[in-house]
């Protein structure tokens, strides 16, 4: 973007005054070294055309009358003011030189960022104000169906929710290393429990 605007504004003196491949020379100014090469001018992806630009400390400079064409847009110099699309002239009314319409800019809606549903904490045993069964009566019911309450080892956990669903998790704490800590967990089981029935469903 910063080049095209750079074109837009410079293009008109440049395009007018350069002369030769490697020296731009006008009136009241210093001679710079430029790079002349031609390139492929493309808007929004589309080609409009090829254009011949100057390469200077790194910037790239287009006229501003091949910017004009390829945006379908009527340029000229009034003033001292350099005007692309309508200028005032047109917009009093007066008359213009140019008989081209400006093509209106479209408003792009800006997306909105979807909600994201936060996953609830396994250690949470709250009920929900929609569920009849709460996350610490679904672990209830899991252990009451596979006997778990007289067990010193095993835990039994809300892993997580999927719909009208409690995710049960039944497992062991391993610990592989008892300097450091250090283990890994043996699964006893996953279950479901409906939360409005209480209905439990192994997954294996």
């Known amino acids: 973007m910063k080049d095209k605007v750079k074109g837009l504004v ?14 731009a020379m006008a009136a009241n100014t210093t001679s710079i070294q430029v790079a002349f090469k031609q390139v492929g001018l493309y808007i929004d992806q ?3 055309s090829d254009a011949n630009v100057i390469i200077y400390k790194g910037t790239t400079y287009v006229p501003a009358r091949t910017m004009s064409n390829a945006m379908s847009k009527d340029i000229r110099l009034s003033n001292n003011n350099l005007y692309i699309g309508s200028n005032q002239a047109n917009s009093t009314g007066s008359s213009s030189s140019s008989n081209s319409t400006t093509t209106p800019t479209p408003t792009i809606p800006t997306p909105s960022v ?3 549903p936060t996953t609830p904490n396994s250690n949470s045993n709250t009920a929900t104000s929609t569920s009849a069964v709460s996350r610490a009566q679904a672990i209830q019911l899991v252990k009451d ?7 010193s080892y095993l835990l039994t956990d809300v892993d997580h929710e ?11 704490d391993v610990v592989d290393d008892e300097a450091t800590g250090e283990g890994h967990t043996s699964t006893y089981g ?10 439990i469903t192994s997954m294996f």
């Not at 169906?145 to 067990?151: C, I, Q, R």
């Not at 996953?190 to 209905?199: F, H």
Request: charge should be neutral.
């Open 10 to 23: 410079l293009g008109i003196t440049i395009g007018s005054l350069l002369t030769g491949t490697g020296v």
């Open 46 to 48: 589309v080609k409009k």
């Open 114 to 116: 979807p909600t994201v």
């Open 145 to 151: 169906k596979y006997k778990l309450n007289g067990s």
């Open 162 to 172: 999927e719909d009208d669903m409690y995710v049960v998790h039944v497992y062991e």
């Open 190 to 199: 996953w279950y479901y429990v409906n939360k409005n029935t209480g209905e």
